[in-house]
C-alpha cells in the first residue's frame, strides 16, 4: 500500500516568510492536514464526473494553500483583505463569480475558498485552458474545507509572528522593506506562482549576458531585476502590486500606510548629473528637462566618478515619500550629440513622468478580423480543441482590445464565449472585467524573451 504524503513544518514554512517554526503553526500544520484528507477523498471518488486531476504533491499546496487563508483571516494580516478590496473597488464584488450579500471582512466564506480554489487550478495549468468557477470538484473541496473552518473559527490562533513581519516599523527605510514587498509578490499562497515569472526572466536575462562582453555584470542585473519586480510585478487581480498590498497588510494606522499606497512604479530613465545639496542628489532627466532629487540617506552614497557633466547616467528611481531613491546600479555612457539625441527623441522616456498610459483605441472591423484569423490558426494547430478552450485563448490574444472582448461579451457578439454549464454565458458577462485582467497579468521580460525566440 502506497504511503500517505503527509504536511510537516518544511513544507509548511514554504509558505511563510520566516524559518522557524512559530509558536501557532503547528496548530495550522494539524489543520492543513485536514484539509488533506478532504482533498484525497473528493479528488479520489469516481463520482464526480469532471475531475481536475492533481498530483500529490499539488494537493499538499493546496491544502497550504486554503491553510493559509484561514491562517490570514484569524490573524488579520491581509493579504485577502487587500486582494478583495481591489476586486470590490473594481467591481462593485469582494469575490469574482460569487456573489455574496452582507460581505464582512472578518468573516469567513465559502465563497472565498472556491475562488482560491479556481485561482490554484488556473495558475498550476498556467491559464491555457479554462476552468469553470462551478466546477463540481472546485465546490466540493471548497465546501469541505469550510466545513473544517467553520468549526475552528472561534478557537483557532493568530499568527503573532506573521503580524510582526508585516508591521512597518517607524522610521523604517526603503531598504528595510524590499524582502517584504518581494515576499507578498512572489511567494504568499495568493501570490506563489508569480515566482515562476520572475525565474524564467532571471534566466532569460542570465543567458542573454553569458557571452556578451557584460558576463561580469550578471549578478547586478539580476539583482536589480528582483528589486524592479517586487515592486512593479502587477497581480492577476486588477493590477493590484506589491506595495499596496503591504499598505493593506500593515493597517491604516502604520506610518507608512499612505506611502506604501500610493508608491508608484520603478522607472528607468536617462539623466545628467546636477549637484549635490545634503544627501540629495539633483539629477536632470534629459528627454524631458524636470530635475528630480534623490534622497541618498535612503540608499546608498552617489560615488564621486558618477559626479561629472561628462556622462550619461541610466539609472532606475522610485517615489518613496516626497522624493526619489535610486534602486539599484547605475550605468555610465560618455556625453556625446548622438546619444542625447536618441534619448531625447525616445517615446518612452518622452512620457518617463506620466502617470497614465496612452488611451488606445480600436477598429471593430479589424478586430473582428483578428478574431477569425486567430480563430482559424487555434483550431488548425489543434484541430481536436475544444470550443471553451479555443475561446479562452482568444481572451488570452493581446492583440484584441480588452474594451472590444468586453463590448463582444456583453452583446452576445461570439455566444461561444461563456463558461461550459447553463448560465455560464452570463457569468462570464458578469465577470469580464475582472477575466480579461486576471488572463492578462503582464509577463514583461517573459514576453519579450519569447519574441526573440521567434526571430531566432
Known sequence: MKKKQRIFNPKWLEFHP??????????????????????????DQDKIQDLIFLEEQERIDLACVLACHFEDEISNTGIWKAISQKIFEKTGKHVPFYPIADY???????????????????KINENNFCISPLNHTITAIAEATFALFDDEYETAPENERLQKFFNVPFGAKFVDLERKLLWVST????????????????????????DSDSKEEIQGVCFD????????????FFGLRAPQLLSVCAGKMNPFY???????????????FEGIEATFVKLRHIATDKVIELDLSETVKFPKDLQSDALVLQLGIVNWRQFWVLTGGVKTYEKNDEIMNIVKSDEAEKRFFDTEEPVQTYNEAEQDEIVKRAVEIITKDDPELIEEDIWWNMLRDVNLSADYIVKAVKENKYPELKFPEDG????????????????????ELMEYSEAEEEKE
Not at 517554526?21 to 496548530?27: I, Q
Not at 465563497?111 to 487550478?121: A, G, P, R, T
Not at 457569468?427 to 486576471?438: A, G, Q, V
Request: with cysteine.
Open 18 to 43: 520566516y524559518d522557524t517554526a512559530a509558536p501557532s503553526d503547528l496548530y495550522y500544520i494539524q489543520l492543513s492536514n485536514k484539509v488533506l484528507d478532504e482533498i484525497d477523498r473528493i479528488m
Open 225 to 236: 531585476y528582483i528589486t524592479d519586480f517586487s515592486i512593479n510585478n502587477e497581480l492577476e
Open 258 to 272: 499612505n506611502i506604501l499606497k500610493e508608491m508608484g512604479k520603478v522607472k528607468t530613465g536617462f539623466f545628467l
Open 104 to 122: 464582512a471582512e472578518d468573516d469567513i466564506y465559502v465563497e472565498n475558498l472556491k475562488f482560491i480554489c479556481w485561482h490554484y487550478f488556473q
Open 424 to 443: 455560464g454565458r452570463t457569468l462570464m458577462e458578469e465577470n469580464i472585467d475582472f477575466i480579461l485582467s486576471y488572463l492578462r497579468q503582464p509577463t
Open 187 to 210: 511567494d504568499s499562497y495568493m501570490t506563489l506562482f508569480n515566482v515562476n515569472i520572475l525565474d524564467r526572466n532571471l534566466q532569460f536575462i542570465s543567458e542573454s549576458m553569458e
